[in-house]
């Protein structure tokens, strides 16, 4: 029996070297692997690779080298990865072959956080799975299962005033599931990349927003409650752009937003934005696709829906989806005089039995009016107090069950003249032009980077409405050949809503910026000006196409040429915009100004300005006006790019 041991031990031990060196070999093999990968990534130069670039976000320094936008170290592999493709590619590869039991506590495996740029770098150099380590990626597995996607839009929701967030409109993509249907897709999720806005100072956040001082994040959200934000509460429009993409690329996108969904970009109001990271992200699932490179200085959102339309084949299908005020505007329109007694009935609290018009109705009558009165209900309960929602919500209660035994859904109005962002006039303008006043004949320049004003073409863009930015402009005296600044407005916001009984609506306007006095008798007098009005519109009752304003305005002054250096007042201004159609505007304005505080002082103005537009991005304007005792007349012609 001793033996026997004796012979078991022997065997043992002469058996366990060659365990220890199994187990101790596939590592040293491992890494032989990873360095045979690296120097064969080294020869093909994969760090150069455009792909490789758009993984990492790379962009091309002023100067040289390159530099990632995302400021998160958990980002890289390699401590200078954020600068240097090379070393985070070589850092990466030999990460990928780390040990699963040597992965830190708490946190995931390399390749877990890391799959689109394993996906690829398996693909270009041949990686043998079998060599690798087999981390379980169960988050991941599970994110990818429960998303189950066949599809990817991107969704543009249209302009919003009132916040400078989304002034230019705002877009994100939306994840469509294969059970996805029309009536299904407001389960499925969107994805966003925006600021973490750390401020509500207005001057903080646009010296923050350009130049890179928020951190820019990407989110998921359900997608109905984006459609309430923007649809319901904002009465903005919306607009989804289903793309054709292969279930490979889709995949890729995927892995590739698995990746950034918790890193910290630099975000830049101008360029690198909502808009421009949202493009980034479709480049990632097929980098073919030249999305980013058609933006160099500024990316607005508008543009990169055009974008979409510049790669051949990549839009499938264009779906409108109206705004709640929308919605309701054009079913009010299409009432009768019967239905339109009905729908005010029920807007000022009354029964429907209360209501001799609404019995003789057609079942479609019926259903129509009282879906029209529900959509209004929803419109008021987003915008009325708790202790209000509870008389609102008893009285939709009985007209639900009221619509409840009639016929089904009504066919939802859309506008006649709805068109895409897509379908508008390019953001950048520059103007040449001609005029004469009681100084003699002179030449003009202008230029803009954005956005558009009160006469431009406003297919995909809101009605008489202006968004001005950096807007510059200048003229040259014949007589004296002197230039003269006439303006440059940093901001210039107006928002002419005609009020409306049900929902209201007031117009506004402010600006800020330096332009040339013209009331001080001064060729060359400028002033630093800041001013801001506010008022009513309403449609013209002579003409369809017609909203008349007026607004009761402040301005602020400051110039050398004020003998106290400053000057305060306060003013009007009125007008009539016109549309005669697409191709013609006109704009009918008087305004005037009381200087009472300061350099006192009178200022008037008033006019004629007339648009005729060959195409959405060619223009002729025509102004005739008198500015105090100075009659003149000006032709320019313009072009948006």
Not at 9 to 21: E, G, S
Not at 52 to 68: E, P
Not at 493 to 507: E, H, K, Q
Request: net charge negative.
């Amino acid at each position: 029996m001793a033996s026997l041991k004796f012979r078991f031990l022997l065997l043992f031990a002469a058996f366990l070297p060659c365990v220890a060196m199994s187990a101790f070999a596939e590592p040293g093999a491992q890494n032989d692997y990873a360095e045979s990968l690296a120097a064969k990534a080294k020869d093909e130069k994969l760090w150069d690779d455009k792909y490789w670039h758009i993984l990492m976000h790379y962009r091309k320094n002023l100067l040289w080298g390159v530099n990632s936008e995302v400021a998160d170290k958990k980002f890289y592999n390699s401590p200078d990865g954020q600068h240097n493709p090379k070393e985070e590619l070589e850092a990466t590869l030999r990460a990928f072959f780390l040990p699963v039991a040597e992965t830190p506590n708490g946190e995931e495996h390399p390749q877990c956080n890391f799959p689109a740029r394993l996906k690829w770098l398996s693909k270009r150099l041949n990686i043998d799975a079998s060599q690798l380590p087999n981390p379980k990626c169960e988050r991941l597995e599970h994110w990818l299962a429960s998303l189950n996607v066949n599809r990817v839009t991107l969704v543009f929701a249209s302009y919003y005033i009132a916040s400078p967030a989304s002034m230019f409109g705002h877009t994100f993509l939306r994840l469509d599931r294969e059970t996805s249907g029309a009536d299904l897709e407001l389960m499925d999720y969107g994805v966003g990349y925006a600021a973490n806005m750390d401020t509500e100072n207005p001057v903080l956040m646009a010296y923050k927003g350009m130049f890179g001082l928020f951190d820019g994040v990407f989110s998921t959200f359900p997608y109905y409650m984006k459609v309430q934000q923007y649809g319901n509460m904002e009465s903005r429009d919306m607009w989804e752009y289903q793309l054709s993409l292969t279930d490979e690329q889709i995949n890729g996108l995927l892995l590739h937003l698995w990746e950034v969904g918790s890193v910290r970009f630099r975000y830049f109001y101008f360029r690198e934005n909502c808009a421009f990271e949202l493009l980034a992200l479709l480049e990632s699932g097929n980098p073919d696709l030249r999305l980013t490179d058609q933006f160099q200085t500024a990316t607005v959102p508008t543009q990169t829906v055009k974008a979409l339309y510049t790669e051949k084949n990549l839009v499938a299908r264009r779906i409108y989806r109206p705004s709640l005020t929308t919605r309701l505007e054009l079913a009010r329109k299409n009432m009768d005089e019967s239905q339109t007694r009905v729908f005010k009935g029920l807007v000022s609290g009354k029964n429907l039995s209360d209501i001799p018009e609404y019995a003789p109705l057609s079942d479609e009558k019926k259903a129509a009016t009282l879906d029209a009165f529900l959509d209004y209900q929803q419109y008021s309960v987003t915008r009325s107090r708790k202790d209000e929602n509870e008389g609102l919500v008893k009285h939709s209660r009985n007209v639900l069950i009221e619509r409840s035994g009639l016929p089904g859904k009504t066919e939802e109005p859309v506008p006649n003249n709805a068109k895409g962002p897509e379908e508008g006039h390019d953001s950048n303008k520059a103007a040449l032009g001609f005029g004469a006043n009681n100084a003699g004949g002179f030449e003009r320049v202008s230029l803009r980077p954005a956005y558009n004003d009160l006469l431009s073409y406003w297919a995909g863009y809101s009605e008489n409405s202006q968004i001005i930015y950096f807007d510059g402009s200048a003229r040259i005296y014949n007589q004296t050949g002197k230039a003269v600044l006439e303006q440059f407005s940093l901001v210039d916001l107006v928002s002419i809503t005609p009020y409306d009984p049900l929902y209201g609506g007031t117009s506004w306007r402010v600006g800020f910026g330096f332009r040339n006095l013209r009331d001080l008798g001064c060729e060359a007098c400028d002033s630093f000006y800041v001013n801001f009005g506010d008022g009513y519109a309403v449609r013209a009752p002579f003409y369809h196409g017609a909203v008349m304003y007026a607004l009761l305005v402040a301005n602020g002054e400051t110039a050398q040429k004020f003998d106290l250096g400053y000057r305060f007042g306060a003013g009007a201004d009125a007008g009539i915009l016109i549309e005669e159609s697409d191709a013609w505007k006109t704009q009918v304005f008087g305004k005037g100004l009381r200087h009472f505080y300061g350099n006192v002082s009178n200022e008037y103005e008033y006019g004629v300005k007339q648009r005729y537009a060959m195409n959405k991005n060619t223009e002729f304007v025509l102004s005739l006006s008198r500015i105090n005792d100075d009659n003149e007349a000006a032709l320019s012609f313009g072009a948006y790019f």
